[in-house]
């Protein structure tokens, strides 16, 4: 099993630029989250989805859209990239909601830098 | 809202040295706790979990206590080796919601 794939691995913008972040997972999932990781702070949850068509924000969201038309993939979409966005993103995935389902299963990164 | 927070690192210790990390948590409910580690260049991964009250979770060696009267769900293992060298993050699951420290830098040395 693939698991959460991430592409793309390394990305370098110019302010201003717009990109997508892709992430896709072939395990069924409903729910599917990105993150960013910053030194000293630990992860941040910007947006997630508990299934097809429904997003909703997390503790960062400012900066970014997301949208989910198929149960496979979440792709993260940067407007007008800022300096500020410079971080390592993560995505990840888990079945569903309950005790049983908590664990996430995370994609191996996208480290962006934005000059 | 919900909260984590662990001890700042960077740690470096010998092999078969005893590792403690410590994690107090923040939470209204009941929420469950895990740790996640990160190998170089690599995503996150669940190392343990633990649902409830004086719950003990335990993965390669690694055990971590759920203690509500301390709110604390410190991680230990009694001998590192050199291959535990990673960033461990404690977190807490509110429903949908993941909330992660800031993470402890381990380094092992032979």
């Known amino acids: 099993n693939a698991g959460v794939t991430q592409t793309p691995k390394f990305q370098v913008l110019k302010t201003g630029q717009s990109m997508t972040l892709q992430c896709a997972q072939d395990?069924?999932?409903?729910?599917m989250s990105w993150y960013r990781q910053d030194p000293g702070m630990g992860l941040r949850l910007i947006h997630y989805s508990v299934g097809a068509g429904i997003t909703d924000q997390g503790e960062v969201p400012n900066g970014y859209n997301v949208s989910r038309s198929t149960t496979e993939d979440f792709p993260l979409r940067l407007l007008s990239a800022a300096p500020s966005q410079t971080s390592v993103y993560f995505c990840?995935?888990?079945?569903?909601?309950?005790?049983?389902?908590?664990?996430?299963?995370f994609g191996s990164g996208t480290q962006l830098s934005v000059l | 809202g919900d909260s984590v927070t662990q001890m700042e690192g960077p740690v470096t210790l010998s092999e078969e040295a005893f590792l403690t990390i410590n994690c107090t948590y923040t939470a209204t409910g009941y929420p469950s706790l895990f740790w996640y580690v990160q190998y170089p260049g690599e995503g996150l991964q669940l190392l343990l979990k633990?649902?409830?009250?004086?719950d003990k979770g335990s993965n390669k060696g690694f055990e971590a206590t759920y203690r509500k009267e301390t709110t604390s769900f410190h991680l230990e293992k009694g001998s590192v080796q050199v291959s535990d060298s990673a960033v461990y993050f404690c977190?807490?699951?509110?429903?949908?919601?993941?909330?992660f420290g800031a993470g402890t830098t381990v380094t092992v040395r032979a």
């Open positions: 395990m069924n999932h409903e729910y």
């Open positions: 990840a995935s888990r079945a569903g909601t309950g005790i049983a389902n908590e664990k996430l299963f």
């Open positions: 977190a807490l699951s509110d429903d949908y919601k993941l909330s």
């Open positions: 633990a649902t409830k009250a004086d």
